[in-house]
């Protein structure tokens, strides 16, 4: 038997999967812009977690994992330049060419933490033709419009009938004074409402025809189509960070909802972040410790609910939860004597951590890079 | 400097890239629905050779090599199942986990052998609006017709102004009485024009909207597409095996240039066969000795114009030119000692090769499986 918190319903259920024997499970992968991080490493190992542990239940498992490659724009809204797109100008490369090599990265990352692959790994780009079906069905459900060639999702219209806010528990009232006013926002009916499409603006790279405009899909889009194209308009599981959950999650069930006339997902479920100083790491953030810098930390995730990384000084206070845990790669970062004894050493000490703990425990080991980094925070 | 032995005039030229300093080259990919074999190993080499040379040379190289995960039916032309919808039934389940499987084991293998990774990595499902596009733009310029809700292109038409069977050698008039009658040929003008879009017929898996029906790409679509979308309407190389030499190659150029009224590609260069018995070495034909059975053969590379794989009363007659080389992976396939005794040992005196040989030169070492196999053919 296995019991799963369902973030929907706040309450932990016991599973029963929607077809007997068989489980559906998709769960938000990587926008493919830069090197992944902790942040990345936590999801997939939790959903790893999950795969193998259903598997071994004996479900036949189909699970999907998406890679986004476009429409994910700066501030996580409408509005701002293509993530993608922006790293592709800087570089002066195509975008293509950076989808495929963080892509490439992030394969290596996974099967370097041991990581089993998606049985489906679809790309958003992929599947702009299902993406724009999509848009045409909730706009004749009458849940979207379209002005300026951009179709926006009509969420107040939606929420008369349905529920807006039923997974992150925000009420509209409150969104209306907590959405900031953003380039292109004008043309929606009201701020909370989200593109399905988007026009393109002049130098935009990634674009496709369609029937309302040259441009590209909104980014919460790709989620409800990829997901109901591989596992059926009703599955099982929909997993993804916490940071998820609202917007993206909340307008993946109103799409949904929109255009399928019912809720796709049974279960929602969400891994907690990694913070650094009580901020969420994310490479947009720029406080990201990528894989390649500590590419192992397999142990750290059972032993805490909520991975934190510190200053010493705040550290101190955890050092008999043996809080963080991190193992390092020696090979890649074996330190050499003089480099120990000036950093790593005299840090560890400090923190009052054994030096040689007992069994699989292992403290926080860190390349001098890291622990300057540390150190600095 | 560097000589490349066009195949499109048959001649050694001297390689001068299109623009100064860059260099775009596009080799046909894997149809991912079954194990890579020595064959793809063979050109995933050859290219890999060639796009390490051209960066050693200092050139900006942009290598993109397609996944056909669409469009590729079992008899290489506009007629029969599928290959990954059939393999997709046959296993019930969804094409796209067939395309998963086999694209990660395809990844595993390039890695195993060293290879690098090209800059893209374009799917033909990913391309679907595109191909859709270019059809459009040969419909316009009067060099493909509709019918039934498929497209097909013009071959006779296209003659007329250009060259069908350039690349190739090959005339019209020959094709006439060669090309055998197909289901699902009637509909064409000529039986050597072929699909640009085919409307599904019932029981196809993978099908989208079209303009013309619901259907799917036809298979040389996809390489004109990709090609010049990420390398430009003109680009330096274009790679594949010699048994892609026609039609699809040939079907590309025609497109190409009906398309975009120039021909896209500078040097064509085919890489040769891997020959069982004469024949090729291929999934479909069931010969095929898989790169999980051999792991490594990279040294075989260097001394042989075209790589044969014979049985041991033939190889006799070609021991003195060291004709098979194949490494093996010793992890995987070491022998005990018994099995050695019985099989290996046994038969690798009888071809009379050293057993201990100089150098880097590697006699053939087979495990059981493969030696038994070779020794039935």
């Not at 425990?361 to 860190?366: K, V």
Request: charged share 25%; proline share 5%; aromatic share 12%.
């Amino acid at each position: 038997m296995l019991s799963i918190y369902n973030t929907l319903t706040r309450k932990k259920e016991i599973f029963e999967p929607i077809h007997p024997s068989h489980v559906g499970m998709y769960v938000c992968g990587p926008t493919v812009y830069g090197d992944a991080h902790l942040g990345h490493a936590r999801a997939a190992i939790t959903f790893d977690l999950l795969y193998r542990y259903l598997k071994y239940l004996g479900y036949k498992v189909r699970y999907v994992r998406n890679i986004t490659d476009v429409g994910h724009l700066e501030n996580d809204a409408d509005a701002g330049e293509d993530k993608i797109g922006k790293r592709a100008r800087l570089e002066e490369i195509e975008p293509m060419e950076i989808v495929q090599r963080y892509t490439n990265h992030y394969h290596a990352n996974m099967a370097q933490l041991g990581m089993l692959s998606p049985d489906i790994e679809p790309h958003a780009s992929g599947h702009i033709i299902e993406q724009q079906q999509f848009a045409k069905k909730i706009l004749e459900n009458g849940y979207a419009y379209e002005m300026n060639g951009s179709v926006y999702f009509d969420v107040e219209k939606y929420n008369r009938k349905y529920h807006y806010g039923k997974l992150s528990g925000r009420k509209l009232e409150d969104l209306i004074t907590n959405t900031r006013e953003l380039e292109g926002q004008k043309e929606k009916k009201n701020p909370y409402d989200f593109a399905l499409w988007k026009k393109m603006t002049p130098g935009h790279i990634m674009h496709w025809p369609s029937p309302w405009s040259e441009g590209y899909p909104g980014w919460h889009l790709e989620c409800s189509v990829m997901s109901t194209r591989y596992l059926g308009e009703k599955f099982d599981i929909h997993g993804g960070g916490m940071d998820l959950l609202f917007p993206h999650h909340e307008c993946e069930i109103a799409q949904s909802t929109a255009a399928l006339g019912t809720e796709s997902v049974k279960y929602w479920m969400h891994n907690n972040l990694i913070t650094i100083n009580g901020q969420k790491m994310g490479k947009s953030l720029g406080n990201a410790i990528s894989l390649n810098e500590i590419r192992f930390f397999q142990e750290a995730i059972h032993y805490l609910k909520r991975l934190m990384i510190l200053c010493p000084s705040v550290f101190l206070s955890f050092r008999h939860t043996t809080a963080v845990l991190l193992t390092f790669q020696t090979r890649q970062y074996r330190l050499r004597k003089k480099d120990w004894n000036d950093y790593g050493r005299e840090w560890l000490c400090s923190t009052g951590l054994p030096l040689h703990p007992p069994g699989r425990l292992m403290p926080l080991l860190l390349n001098r890079k890291a622990s300057m980094r540390l150190m600095m925070i």
